[in-house]
């Protein structure tokens, strides 16, 4: 069943860097191309369309994602992984020949229903590696994705610059579907269909699941997703206001390849501090050195000082990730892990859709640096709530026990 896996893990992480560049070529500038191509200069109307794009996608997430998985059990992740990588290269170049903003928000609302390459890539790496080995190939995987925004964003914003939007939507296109020609022609997976989609209908009951306590660390999940990306759509407005305009793409491009490295570190090094202490004392350092952060990036009006304070606010901020994951792992039955992760990653998805929304609407009414202090103060507001279910959780447990 595991056959020639270490061969599958090269072509699958190539395939996953170069879609992850791809993505990074794009949609990381959306702010400007919504500014200078399809000409919405005021600020206010601006906002309201940067969050409405960042939800589309989001949403779209959060719908497909439970629906990709079933049909994922029931046909290959092989297939989910191509039905992702074409999708979005057919799609994702389309932007630049919409009209209007309603029109990209559509498209991005059907790119992120084609997409989830990451979820693709890692189901099947983690269905056909040998056991003993999972782990290795689940960091390589992660490893990738980390190199791959890294890339994508710096080469990206250079692009944007000197080239315009139509080479660079072009161009994540074709690294999209070079990806998914690697996999067509690279990869096999050794998978048996063992039902069809209708009989996995019938067998399925449409009810809440019976999680007992772990509803409240997945809503809690919702909940730290919806903070952690609540400033993260205005970043390029923010720099476009520091720098004054002058050479903001290639700046954007460098603030968000410092934050995907200050990210990459954090996923290891709060992990190894979670089973050292536990998941919710480091869960709470985390908030608060986030919040303590994000205040200063708000206030910045040299782009050192923004770099600076957005790279460790983004280091605490995805430590919380991994942090919760850990805890959500330790806290499900072993049998049940796989469920629970699944479901946290559509809580998550839940609260980025609303963060998104509600961000916009922030800066709609209070301009750019008011997001950034709302998403202060939000991580701040974290801490008790994590307190909280940390003893409600320890309380249900013990109950059940």
Same mark, same amino acid.
């Given at each position: 069943m595991n056959d020639n896996?270490?061969?599958?893990?090269?072509?699958?992480?190539?395939?996953?860097?170069?879609?992850?560049?791809?993505?990074?070529?794009?949609?990381?500038?959306?702010p400007f191309f919504i500014k200078e191509h399809l000409g919405i200069v005021d600020e206010m109307q601006r906002s309201m369309w940067v969050g409405l794009f960042a939800a589309g996608g989001q949403l779209a997430l959060c719908l497909t994602s439970p629906i990709w998985g079933v049909v994922a059990d029931i046909y290959g992740r092989r297939k989910m992984l191509l039905r992702a990588y074409f999708g979005s290269a057919l799609i994702l170049p389309l932007m630049i020949f919409v009209p209007s903003p309603p029109w990209l928000v559509g498209l991005r609302f059907v790119v992120g229903m084609f997409a989830g390459t990451v979820t693709a890539s890692q189901a099947l790496i983690a269905s056909t590696t040998p056991q003993n080995k999972v782990g290795y190939a689940m960091g390589?995987?992660?490893?990738?994705?980390?190199?791959?925004?890294?890339?994508?964003?710096?080469? *990206?914003?250079?692009?944007?610059?000197?080239? !315009?939007?139509?080479?660079?939507?072009?161009?994540?296109?074709?690294?999209?579907?070079?990806?998914?020609?690697?996999?067509?022609? !690279?990869?096999?997976?050794?998978?048996?269909?063992?039902?069809?989609?209708?009989? /996995?209908?019938?067998?399925?009951?449409?009810?809440?699941?019976?999680?007992?306590?772990?509803?409240?660390?997945?809503i809690l999940m919702s909940v730290t997703g919806f903070v952690t990306y609540f400033e993260r759509p205005f970043i390029p407005q923010l720099v476009e206001m520091v720098t004054g305009g002058i050479n903001a793409k290639r700046w954007v491009g460098i603030v968000l390849s410092c934050s995907a490295v200050a990210g990459i570190a954090a996923g290891s090094i709060m992990g190894r501090l979670a089973d050292r202490f536990s998941p919710p004392k480091v869960g709470v350092a985390s908030a608060l050195l986030a919040g303590l952060c994000t205040l200063p990036v708000g206030l910045s009006t040299c782009i050192s000082s923004l770099v600076g304070f957005r790279t460790g606010m983004a280091f605490f901020n995805a430590g919380l990730d991994p942090v919760l994951q850990i805890w959500l792992a /330790?806290?499900?039955?072993?049998? /049940?892990?796989?469920?629970?992760?699944?479901?946290?990653?559509?809580?998550?998805?839940? *609260?980025?859709?609303?963060?998104?929304?509600?961000?916009?609407?922030?800066?709609?009414? !209070? *301009?750019?640096?008011?997001?950034?202090?709302?998403?202060?103060?939000?991580?701040?507001?974290?801490?008790?709530?994590?307190?909280?279910a940390a003893k409600k959780i320890g309380v249900k447990q013990q109950a059940t026990n």
């Open positions: 896996w270490r061969r599958r893990l090269f072509f699958v992480s190539v395939a996953q860097f170069l879609a992850t560049c791809g993505f990074g070529f794009s949609l990381p500038f959306i390589i995987v992660v490893s990738v994705v980390g190199s791959g925004n890294l890339t994508g964003m710096l080469l *990206g914003s250079v692009m944007v610059e000197y080239f !315009g939007y139509t080479i660079s939507f072009i161009s994540s296109g074709v690294l999209l579907l070079v990806a998914g020609l690697l996999i067509l022609y !690279g990869v096999t997976e050794p998978f048996v269909q063992q039902t069809t989609l209708r009989e /996995k209908m019938r067998e399925t009951e449409f009810r809440l699941p019976q999680f007992g306590a772990i509803w409240i660390l997945l /330790k806290s499900a039955p072993i049998e /049940k892990r796989a469920l629970f992760i699944g479901w946290g990653t559509s809580f998550r998805a839940m *609260g980025w859709f609303f963060s998104s929304t509600a961000a916009g609407a922030v800066a709609m009414w !209070g *301009g750019v640096r008011m997001v950034f202090f709302v998403a202060s103060v939000f991580f701040i507001l974290l801490i008790p709530m994590i307190l909280s």
